[in-house]
């Protein structure tokens, strides 16, 4: 094989490495999809938005969760802290990251402004914490 020939491979290899490498890391762009979970909190994403679960919370994402090109996302909707009846009237901020197959949530609860967080999240994985009674 021609010196010329092998060089041109190497750069062609070098570049498909380099193309692969970023597109695996890239942040996604665009709605969140999947089941999310983690030692500590749990994401189901569907048509309407995200049910959130902790280990004594519940929450509720309200509409679709875009992400966007540094797979970021700001959302709000419903918050039931605790073991006790659900209240309406308790709303949280949810932020979150995903990056390298890893979603970072927080949440921030009304009226108070406790945080939760960050709290990691694994795609495609099953709550396995314990909830409270």
């Given at each position: 094989?021609?010196?010329?020939?092998t060089a041109a491979r190497a750069g062609l290899l070098a570049l498909?490495?380099?193309a692969c490498a970023s597109h695996a890391?890239?942040?996604?762009a665009g709605p969140l999809t999947g089941a999310w979970a983690g030692p500590e909190a749990a994401l189901t994403v569907d048509a309407d938005g995200a049910r959130v679960e902790l280990v004594c919370a519940?929450?509720?994402?309200?509409?679709?969760i875009e992400l966007d090109e540094a797979g970021r996302f700001a959302a709000s909707g419903p918050w039931w802290p605790g073991p006790v009846p659900p209240n309406d009237g308790l709303r949280a901020r949810y932020e979150g990251r995903v990056r390298d197959?890893?979603?970072q949530l927080t949440i921030v609860a009304?009226?108070?402004?406790r945080t939760y967080g960050p709290l990691e999240l694994l795609r495609d994985r099953e709550p396995?914490?314990?909830r409270c009674q």
């Open positions: 094989m021609s010196r010329g020939r498909t490495t380099v890391t890239a942040p996604p519940d929450g509720r994402i309200d509409g679709p197959g890893r979603l009304e009226p108070d402004d396995t914490f314990p």
